[in-house]
Structure formats: C-alpha cells, structure tokens
C-alpha cells in the first residue's frame, strides 16, 4: 500500500532529477510504501524515456504546457496514491532516511497538516527553509528573517510557510483546500497554500530542524528556472 507519494515538476535537466531520484531510493526507508511521480513540465527534448529507462517503476507525466510550478504539482497530485504527498523540487538531494519518521509524525498528530525539513545547501551551510506570514509581520520578525540569528537560533515565527523546495503534506487537504493557485506562475504557491491552511484553523504547520535536504539553489535560477525558485540565506 502506498502511503507517501513524492511529485517532482522537472524542466528540461535529466542530471539534476536523476541525482534527486538516486538520492530517494538510495534513503527509502519505507520500501513499496513510496512511489516517485515525475513531471516533465514540457522540456525541449523529454527526459521521460530517460527516467523510465532507469526506474521503470516511476510515474511519468508529460506536460505539453508549462504551466508553472504549481500547475505542474497538480497534475502531478492527480496520480498521486498515497496519504501523504510530497512536493520536491528537482535541485535537491535526500542525505538521510527520513521517510518512515515523517510518516509517524503525520500518523500521530492528525492536525498536522504539511511539514518541511532543514534546508542546507553542498557546504552544509543552513538556507531558508521557512519564511515569515503576512499574518505574523512585524519589526522583530522582519529583522530576523534576513538576520543569522534565525538561522542559528531555529526561531519561528507564530506564523511561517514552509519553503517550496520539499513540503509534505497530506494529499486530503490539499484538495480540500483547492490544491495550488495556477494562476500564481512561480513566485508564492507556498505562501498562498499555507494561508489558506490557516483558515482552516484547524491544521499545524511544522518545521522539523532535525533532519536536513540539500537544496544545490544556483540550480533553480539557471538549468530548471522556469519551475523552480531560488532560496535565500537566513
């Protein structure tokens, strides 16, 4: 049964997905419980059949139009069989097993709504991984948000979003809350999502500083550009 389902909007770059898929296998900790969901987000040449000549078993989605990170995600999503749903951009790399924890945080806090790791980047330096809520603005939070105290403190907000670069979240909200605006191209989907989590008022939003994802951020402003986004020091 597959309990935690993994969507990754690619463009364009079949080194930068092939080293974020070996790095899912090579820390699955939860076996024929996880499935990798690709979508190609309408490269010049498809890297479909390369992926599928390497893992057969991963979903592959060609889009013949690319419409943004967060239209790509939902076509994803719609194949997506597990409870929990995992949004990856392409320009990261899993460096320890996580999987099988973050599954039994979900299982033991039903208002857990979505979660995201650690970011650090090659040299194992800390980048953004949660930025602060309009709902949460002020002086103090703005200063820490570009400031390395936050950074080196792991001080939240009461409000924050999780980065776009790896959310996990469960699949059942995401569609009760009408999944990610495709009208918003690339910049914000994360913030839009986790503000209309907060409506709810029912569901968290946690970040888990224990276990960390590299996230390689020049990557996202040159070879998958049109997708992704680039991350920022805190």
Not at 64 to 71: C, D, I
Not at 146 to 153: I, W
Not at 191 to 196: A, F, K, N, S
Request: glycine share 6%.
């Amino acid at each position: 049964m597959i309990k935690l389902s993994i969507i990754i909007v690619t463009f364009n770059n079949f080194s930068v997905v092939k080293q974020c898929i070996e790095s899912i296998f090579k820390y699955n900790d939860i076996n024929e419980q996880l499935e990798v969901i690709v979508v190609d987000n309408s490269s010049q040449i498809s890297i479909i059949p390369d992926i599928k000549r390497v893992w057969p078993m991963i979903k592959c989605i060609p889009n013949n139009k690319n419409g943004g990170f967060g239209r790509g995600n939902n076509i994803g999503e719609k194949v997506a069989s597990g409870e929990i749903i995992a949004f990856i951009n392409p320009d990261t790399e899993f460096i320890e097993p996580i999987f099988k924890d973050i599954l039994n945080q979900f299982e033991e806090d039903p208002n857990l709504g979505l979660m995201g790791c650690q970011l650090i980047n090659n040299n194992k330096r800390k980048v953004q991984s949660f930025g602060i809520m309009p709902e949460d603005w002020n002086w103090i939070n703005l200063f820490l948000l570009t400031n390395t105290v936050r950074s080196k403190l792991n001080i939240l907000p009461k409000y924050f979003y999780i980065q776009g670069a790896d959310i996990f979240m469960r699949k059942k909200l995401f569609n009760q809350i009408g999944k990610f605006d495709e009208n918003i191209f690339l910049y914000g989907e994360e913030i839009d999502l986790v503000h209309r989590i907060i409506k709810e008022n029912k569901y968290k939003i946690k970040y888990d500083r224990s276990k960390s994802i590299i996230h390689k951020e020049k990557v996202s402003t040159s070879s998958i550009k049109s997708i992704t986004r680039t991350e920022h020091m805190v």
